[in-house]
């Protein structure tokens, strides 16, 4: 400690290095993420600058990506933390050489550059693959849900958001009718709001010109929100086809019940009819239907489809007219991974051996068999522009990616989905394990010893990549609308492949240079 205290107070004798750089050593991770940056190709930042050389000088994009990987890297991931950050921590002084750049410059670079921010990904993944680190020949996909920027109770449905729509409309014409008779009132000229500080308080004019800006704002957010809405009503809902898939199902148990009872009876008509003709029956005797084990068996899997439909009925009812949050219209209300539900995204990965990522999406439905076809065309998209010359020989994903319309579209690839376990959970087979047309050949592919041995590798490399994601930067996202929200999970992406590439040059010393 006294060491320490001497150290930091130069009067006890004892001076601060002249250079912050020497605290720092050098397999430091800010010497790292400067190294990789430096391998990056930012010409396309630079492009969104002024060139004229008027306005303020914008920070470095170098730097600022720099500080970007390094904090994200750390979990730190809010613009105001990650300014606090340029204060006291070694790592951000050295990458930033003592500048401090606002939480706003932060917020903002992000916005700027969103969709060079999304290119970052392939660069990253090109790196990797420069290194040798993407091994192997498969792919695997899966899906987990996360949390938006938005309140689940911010959902409404059609009525409640046109009334919402009215009260701010005429909130709007009040204001503005008040504001106009002020200014007409003090005779000077109308006021404008140029002040773009984020700090409360009246801006020039009173305040009234940015409480309306405020309301205008609110109106286009909700505007937007009634055309997603108008754009669910008119997709098909999901639980309307949950009730007709078990309905089906319900039917096809009813048929098989009355076709075997009706056997059992014409079998036991026989039966009763050789008895009195006095022949001996050939085989086991027959008993009635009430008491025969088989048709038993039929009754109850009749039964479990009942029950089923009861289930789906109930949710279809519980879920009530379709809604959009007010908050973020482009999220959705997800069932949450360990019960109840959340507003938020459906994340969807793609991963190579050691769970390094091919590929990052956001879905906006809560069942992931839509997003299978996506999500291939992206990580192949990706391993293109990466310049990853061997190509994914199989794909791995799990039952909950099971269609006939997906397996139909893929059917040129080497494609592993399990369809066993998601045909008995959602009552799409019937009692003697038969499975919906267009299954029958995954479930075949499945069932050799090769299918088997290769779909034993999904879960091990791609389920710790959610939780890696999850451990270091939470299971939520801060941007609100679909294109955020995109190039927010696109960087996260980003950092975690840095952290792969970093990894695999630890292993490998020789490829570090």
Known sequence: MARWFRAVNPDQGCLLPADVRSWLPPDHLAWQVIAVTGQLDLSRFAAAYRADGQGQAPYDPAMMLGLLFYCYFKGIRSSRKIRDACVDDLGCLVICGGARPSHRAVAEFIRRHRAEVKRLFVQVLGLLAAKGAIAGHLAAVDGSPVSGNASRFANLDGEQLAAKIAAVEAAIDAEAEAWLAGVAGSQQPLPYDD?????????PGGGVPRRLAAMAARLARLRAAQ?????????????GARVTAARDAVSRAEQRLARAEEAQAAKMARYHAAVAAGKAWAG??????SANARIARIRTNLATAQ????????RAAAAGPVKVSATDPDSRLLPAKNGGWLQG???????????ILL?????D?????GALITMIAAAAANCELAGIREQIR???????????ASFAELDHLMLLVAVRNEAAQAGRADGSGTLPAGWEKMAARLATPAGKNLYKRRAPQVEPAFAQLFGRFGRYLNYRGRDAADAEVKLLATVHNLGKLLDHRRRHPALAT
């Not at 029950?307 to 109930?314: S, Y």
């Not at 590929?359 to 879905?363: C, G, I, T, V």
């Open 365 to 369: 439905n809560p069942a992931d068999a």
């Open 284 to 289: 086991k005797k027959p008993v009635p239907a």
């Open 345 to 355: 995204w459906n994340l969807q990965l793609a991963a190579a051996r050691r769970q």
């Open 195 to 203: 002040d773009d500080d984020d700090d409360d308080g009246p801006g």
């Open 227 to 239: 055309e997603v809405l108008a754009g669910r009503q008119a997709a098909p809902a999901s639980p």
């Open 394 to 404: 199989a794909w791995l994903a799990d039952n909950g990616y099971a269609s006939a």
């Open 359 to 363: 590929a990052a999406e956001l879905h």
């Open 307 to 314: 029950g089923r439909l009861a289930a789906a009925q109930a």
